[in-house]
């Protein structure tokens, strides 16, 4: 079993900056996908940010809309994956979800944090 949680969330004005952590505990796996979907009321989940990992290369990946404003990273050491996200917009408010995906398959969720970007 895998348990994330999320920090980082709040209210921010557009432009502004704001940088999530996932902490991750439980069963680490070396090749895993993690990264951060988002959901707003009454949309489908969507997928923000991901980062895939080999055991040895990490492969990230973004959605169009926050393509080159968001970075997502990895911190082996301490479990933890971020995304650095600048150039925020009032479309970005949302519920922030991380996860984490292991062979399996089988997929783990964090209990979500509120971004606000106020116009």
């Known amino acids: 079993q895998v348990q994330l949680v999320e920090s980082g969330g709040g209210l921010v004005q557009a432009g502004g900056s704001l940088r999530l952590s996932c902490a991750a505990s439980g069963s680490i796996f070396s090749r895993n996908t993690m990264g951060w979907y988002r959901q707003v009321p009454e949309k489908q989940r969507e997928l923000v940010a991901s980062?895939?990992?080999?055991?040895?290369?990490?492969?990230?990946d973004y959605s169009d809309s926050v393509k080159g404003r968001f970075t997502i990273s990895k911190e082996y050491g301490k479990n933890m994956v971020y995304l650095q996200m600048n150039s925020l917009k009032p479309e970005d408010t949302a519920v922030y979800y991380c996860?984490?995906?292991?062979?399996?398959?089988?997929?783990?969720w964090g209990q979500g944090t509120q971004v606000t970007v106020s116009s």
């Open positions: 980062i895939t990992s080999d055991g040895m290369t990490n492969y990230p």
């Open positions: 996860f984490q995906r292991i062979p399996g398959p089988s997929t783990f």
